[in-house]
């Protein structure tokens, strides 16, 4: 079964440092997404990205994060100078029709 | 607002018996509604969805009902089993493009 894969599993880095999460979506799908969750909290929206625009983004996703989706098969998520509250599972996901998302296993970002 | 709340932090059942999950949402111009399920150290896993058209939607063991009169949205396994034992989250489209998860509820299921 096709699914989204996420590199890498685990990501330790220092406050001020920039970092680049990548993603895999499945290969037919059209729109994708990063979401994060702190731990024991619940899931957060962060941008949704479709025909190589972001449609919508949240509060959180302020000048220190962009997205890119440099070729065919990657989506990226980058944050440029890190926070220690950057620190969390961020989560990619895509889907063929806006609808029915299909996450990654994470990426679990520590900012030191 | 954008907010998507879970009645129960943590539920707990015996196997076998039937669960319910609960949910209420707060927008009602949201149109579809998914369930998913989240294991220790992985991603969201989607269960089942449903539209702002209908208020019933079966799956295998699992059925989903929205009541739009008071905005609120299920989930029902039955027969539940120990590897049914994970957080559950409801989510909402309150646009096409931005999904949003409620806080999550924890299922254990007891032998």
């Known amino acids: 079964e096709p699914e989204v894969t996420q590199t890498p599993s685990h990501q330790v880095t220092q406050m001020g440092q920039e970092v680049i999460l990548r993603c895999v979506p499945i290969?037919?799908?059209?729109?994708f997404y990063w979401y994060r969750q702190i731990l024991g909290q619940k899931v957060e929206f962060l941008v949704s990205f479709y025909n190589n625009e972001i449609s919508e983004k949240s509060e959180i996703f302020d000048d220190q994060f962009s997205v890119e989706r440099p070729d065919g098969s990657n989506f990226t998520l980058k944050i440029r100078s890190t926070k220690l509250e950057d620190s969390a599972m961020y989560f990619c996901a895509s889907t063929a029709t806006n609808e029915k998302l299909f996450f990654g296993s994470g990426t679990q970002l520590s900012v030191l | 607002g954008e907010s998507v709340g879970l009645h129960l932090p943590t539920l707990s059942v015996q196997e076998g018996d039937n669960s319910i999950i609960n949910c209420a949402y707060s927008?009602?111009?949201?149109?579809?509604f998914i369930w998913y399920k989240q294991e220790s150290g992985k991603g969201p896993q989607f269960i089942i969805d449903i539209r702002s058209n209908m208020d019933k939607r079966q799956g295998q063991r699992v059925t989903v009902l929205l009541n739009k009169t008071v905005k609120h949205l299920s989930l029902q396994i039955a027969a539940t089993q120990p590897g049914d034992s994970a957080v559950y989250f409801c989510a909402e489209n309150i646009t096409p493009d931005k999904l949003i998860f409620g806080t999550g509820t924890r299922l254990q299921v007891f032998p």
């Open positions: 927008n009602s111009a949201s149109d579809y």
């Open positions: 290969s037919n799908h059209l729109y």
